[in-house]
Nanobody, 129 residues
């Protein structure tokens, strides 16, 4: 059974930092791309960052480039999202997802449901001004 368990969300002031973790199980890590997506109230799901479980290639949305960093620990089957210089507009529920490498490309951030990815439950991030 595929499981994606996200954690690390919370309340932080603008300018602060948080690190999200996503523990993955039930599939071969290096056969998939892992990504972080977010959804604010009343808005659609937005891609934030993604990383290949095979070669470590990464993609970022323009809105977080230079502030967020995605990384993975293959030994722990865990993906991280380090979020720095947080802004109130980063407030959202953050979701971890996994998609087959066949569908792993930058456009996945813009079309999060392409390739029928697995989704974990979200973790709330709230940035106060």
């Amino acid at each position: 059974e595929v499981q994606l368990q996200a954690s690390g969300g919370g309340l932080v002031q603008a300018g602060g930092s948080l690190r999200l973790s996503c523990a993955a199980s039930g599939f071969r890590f290096d056969d998939y791309g892992l990504g972080w997506f977010r959804q604010a109230p009343g808005k659609g799901r937005e891609g934030v960052a993604a990383i290949s479980g095979s070669d470590g290639s990464v993609y970022y949305s323009d809105s977080v480039k230079g502030r967020f960093a995605i990384s993975s620990d293959d030994a722990k089957n865990t993906v991280y999202l380090q979020m720095n210089s947080l802004k109130p507009e980063d407030t959202a529920v953050y979701y971890c997802a996994a998609v087959s490498l066949v569908f792993f490309e930058r456009s996945w951030l813009e079309k999060p449901h392409d390739g029928m990815p697995y989704w974990g439950k979200g973790t709330q991030v709230t940035v106060s001004s």
